[in-house]
């Protein structure tokens, strides 16, 4: 008969139900619990999180960078809510109390060894179909950036120290710093 059990499907009430401090995602109606950050992961953040919002700045930018925990609702569903490392958003109408609703313009995950698969393949999907433009996927581990440009339907990688072009930004790249 357990072969029969249906799973259960959850909803974004169950994710703020969840005990306070305790994060997940969820992605289809399935919670992902996440692990605490390390610090190579923090800098990392930071990183990105200056870099790009003072060259947004510098070009008197519309778009705004929100760090996680930073609620991304990325489909007009209650079964997928997830918090990106970083978000960047253009669209100042997606913008709530709550977080975004709908696609990013750009989304950076940090990869951690509990969230390879997680960062790689499920959310690969979920962010290409929502329609965000540009994903990064920072590998501290292998020292390597994948981005997925899903406006041109390219994926390429870089190494930490490579200048590294950003797809919605012409003329603006990123070489991360050797010290994190």
Request: hydrophobic share 35%.
């Amino acid at each position: 008969m357990d072969a029969l059990k249906k799973e259960e499907i959850y909803t974004i009430d169950d994710i703020y139900a969840l005990p306070e401090g305790e994060r997940a995602e969820l992605i289809d109606g399935k919670i992902y619990y996440m692990a605490p950050p390390n610090t190579k992961h923090q800098r990392l953040v930071h990183f990105f999180d200056r870099e790009i919002g003072n060259y947004i700045q510098s070009q008197n930018g519309k778009c705004e960078v929100f760090p996680a925990p930073f609620a991304v609702f990325l489909n007009e569903n209650d079964k997928n809510y997830v918090e990106p490392d970083l978000s960047v958003i253009c669209d100042k109408n997606k913008i709530t109390d709550k977080g975004c609703n709908g696609a990013p313009d750009w989304i950076i995950e940090i990869v951690s060894p509990s969230s390879r698969q997680m960062d790689y393949y499920k959310k690969l999907f979920k962010y290409r179909t929502a329609g965000v433009r540009e994903y990064w996927v920072a590998d501290p581990e292998r020292e390597f950036v994948t981005i997925y440009n899903f406006e041109r339907d390219t994926m390429e990688e870089y190494s930490f120290d490579e200048e590294i072009p950003v797809g919605i930004y012409e003329g603006f790249s990123l070489k991360i710093e050797q010290n994190l």
